[in-house]
């Protein structure tokens, strides 16, 4: 069983930068992807970023793509996602989660494939 805890979020200002973190337990976490999701108010949950369990591998979502960096530390059991040039679109909750599929080769995309939840940072961007 894995626990994640998210921190970082807060209120900025459209072009400012924020980090995320995801710190969880258990010593299993080194052995999983790790994604990063949103959700704005109204909208259902999307796919952010997510990095392999190595992290030689990442991907992301188009409209993030060149201005967040995910990255992870198995050492310290962390996950983070660095946020830059933020704007007001980027609003909403943002959630870690963690694929408990061992060593998986595979970087999901979908929600469904991930198994360990965060209770989400709200991260608020104005204008």
């Known amino acids: 069983q894995v626990q994640l805890v998210e921190s970082g979020g807060g209120l900025v200002q459209a072009g400012d930068s924020l980090r995320l973190s995801c710190a969880a337990s258990?010593?299993?976490?080194?052995?999983?992807?790790v994604g990063w999701f949103r959700q704005a108010p109204g909208k259902e949950r999307e796919f952010v970023a997510v990095i392999s369990w190595k992290g030689s591998s990442t991907r992301y979502a188009d409209s993030v793509k060149g201005r967040f960096a995910i990255s992870r530390d198995n050492a310290k059991n962390t996950a983070s996602l660095q946020m830059n040039n933020l704007k007001p679109e980027d609003t909403a909750v943002y959630f870690c989660a963690a694929d408990r599929t061992y060593y998986s080769g595979t970087l999901y995309i979908s929600e469904y494939e991930y198994d360990y939840w965060g209770q989400g940072t709200q991260v608020t961007v104005s204008s």
């Open positions: 258990g010593s299993t976490f080194g052995s999983y992807a």
